[in-house]
Nanobody
Framework: QVQLVESGGGLVQAGGSLRLSCTAS????????MGWFRQTPGKEREFVAA????????YYADSVKGRFTISRDNAKNTVYLQMNSLKPEDTAVYYC?????????????????WGQGTQVTVSS
């Protein structure tokens, strides 16, 4: 069993930056691919970014490409999401996910473990 705890959400003005962190319990963190998703009320959970277990490959939604960066520190069991040039449409609850059992990193159903979410609000 893996537990994921997100932090770093908050309120920021448009154009600002935030860095989300997700720390995982357990010693097998380095074996897992990791992802970030986001969700707004009434909508399905949306893919944001993913990173393979080695950190060598990253994947992004078109809506965040060039603004967000996913990275990981396996020694700290932590994955990060650096969010720059934030827009009001980035407002959502952001979720960390672990262990996609296939290469379908964009699909929420691929992931076995989820954090509780952290709210990001971008004001205009």
């Amino acid at each position: 069993q893996v537990q994921l705890v997100e932090s770093g959400g908050g309120l920021v003005q448009a154009g600002g930056s935030l860095r989300l962190s997700c720390t995982a319990s357990g010693r097998t963190f380095s074996f897992y691919s990791m992802g970030w998703f986001r969700q707004t009320p009434g909508k399905e959970r949306e893919f944001v970014a993913a990173i393979r277990r080695s950190g060598g490959s990253t994947y992004y939604a078109d809506s965040v490409k060039g603004r967000f960066t996913i990275s990981r520190d396996n020694a700290k069991n932590t994955v990060y999401l650096q969010m720059n040039s934030l827009k009001p449409e980035d407002t959502a609850v952001y979720y960390c996910a672990a262990h996609c059992s296939s290469n379908n990193y964009y699909y929420a159903g691929c992931y076995s473990y989820w954090g509780q979410g952290t709210q990001v609000t971008v004001s205009s």
